[in-house]
């Protein structure tokens, strides 16, 4: 049986906000800040106002579910915005994924559409490309990460005039949202754990840089490549465990135990890869599993759970593989 690519990804934004949830229990894969892909008009652009907004009458600390309050009179025609709680992060870029819990409810009825807060893990997408609603795009690119942002959306910055019937939104609907911005990532984001002793000679030894560049691999001399999964620990992060039926969001790099040659990395493309373990190979989705976001991995994958006898592009067959993965988040 053919291997599926290490390489192959996700398209972005599948997990955050792809389709809309009615019962506003979802999980970070239930809403669409999404526009019609078939659309060839540029998204609009909205005024930005500070209101009104209406209250957080519950759960108004970050990382806390929100509950609010019903719109208070008219909403304004403009995109309303506030920062309710102030973060000290990194300031999120066009193009980076974005991780964020998010809560959306109907100004008029207060009625949740979404939120990922009963998921138990934030959403993550991309951000600012045309793939979210306007209005996330706009207000969201140049907030920063432990920042709380309220905001009223107003049909033209939403989802338009045909609204969205699968979440119960009205063409004539504006839309609340409060969203904490958990982190920002782009390809010069590394994992930043804590370094972890990699004492075993006979295994490959990963750099523990954490400036956005691809780290060292260096391969044991005249050692022979071990027959089973290799799957520690280089930097452990403090974030979720990753599950076998997770996606993550990953920076990694992959060489040949033989040469130490590099067939791929996502450094030399600019691009974080996102994709579910599930699409891999079995050496990666059981390397993964159970490690923690924020983490460096290094993965030294045998041919049976890797490529196996016929190989892949770049990767013979029978050839063993090492990689270093940093484990930004888990979707």
């Known amino acids: ?41 540029a998204a609009p652009t909205g005024k930005i ?14 990382g806390e579910k929100p509950t609010i309050a019903k719109g208070p009179g008219d909403p304004s025609s403009d995109i309303a915005v506030q920062v309710l709680v102030a973060g000290t992060g990194a ?3 066009k193009g980076d994924y974005l991780q964020a ?64 019937p699968q979440g119960g939104i009205e063409g004539d609907d504006t839309l609340v949202f409060v969203v904490d911005i958990v ?39 005249e050692t022979d490549p071990p027959k089973k999964l290799v799957a520690n620990y280089v930097l452990e992060g403090d974030g979720a465990e990753v599950k076998e039926s997770d996606a993550v969001l990953v920076q990694y790099k992959g060489v040949l135990w033989d040469n130490g040659e590099q067939f791929d990395a996502t450094y030399d493309r600019g691009q974080l890869a996102q994709f579910s373990l599930q699409q891999v190979v079995p ?22 759970l890797g490529y196996g006898d016929e190989g892949q592009g770049d990767i013979p067959g029978g050839a063993t593989l ?10």
């Open 1 to 41: 049986m053919r291997r599926r690519s290490v390489l192959l990804a996700l398209p972005a934004g599948l997990f955050a906000l792809a389709a809309c949830g009615d019962d506003g229990d979802g999980g970070s894969d239930s809403v669409t800040p999404s526009p019609d892909a078939e659309s060839p008009e």
């Open 49 to 62: 106002v500070d209101g009104p907004l209406p209250e957080l009458t519950a759960g108004q600390e970050f």
């Open 91 to 93: 300031e999120v870029a």
């Open 101 to 164: 819990d998010y809560l959306g409810q109907i100004w008029d009825t207060a009625k949740v559409f979404d939120n990922s807060f009963d998921g138990g893990k934030p959403a993550v997408f991309q951000i600012g490309v045309g793939q979210l609603i306007p209005a996330w795009d706009q207000v969201l690119v140049g907030k920063k990460a432990g920042d709380r942002v309220e905001m009223a959306i107003p049909p033209k910055y939403g989802y338009g005039e045909s609204g969205n």
């Open 183 to 221: 982190g920002t990532y782009n390809g010069k984001s590394s994992a930043q754990g804590t370094e972890v002793a990699q004492d075993n000679t006979d295994l490959p030894r990963v750099g523990t840089n954490t400036d956005g560049k691809a780290p060292s691999i260096e391969l044991p001399k």
């Open 283 to 304: 050496g990666w989705s059981q390397g993964l599993t159970g490690k923690k976001a924020g983490s460096r991995v290094l993965i030294v994958v045998p041919p049976d």
């Open 322 to 331: 090492v990689f270093s993965v940093d484990i930004l988040a888990v979707v």
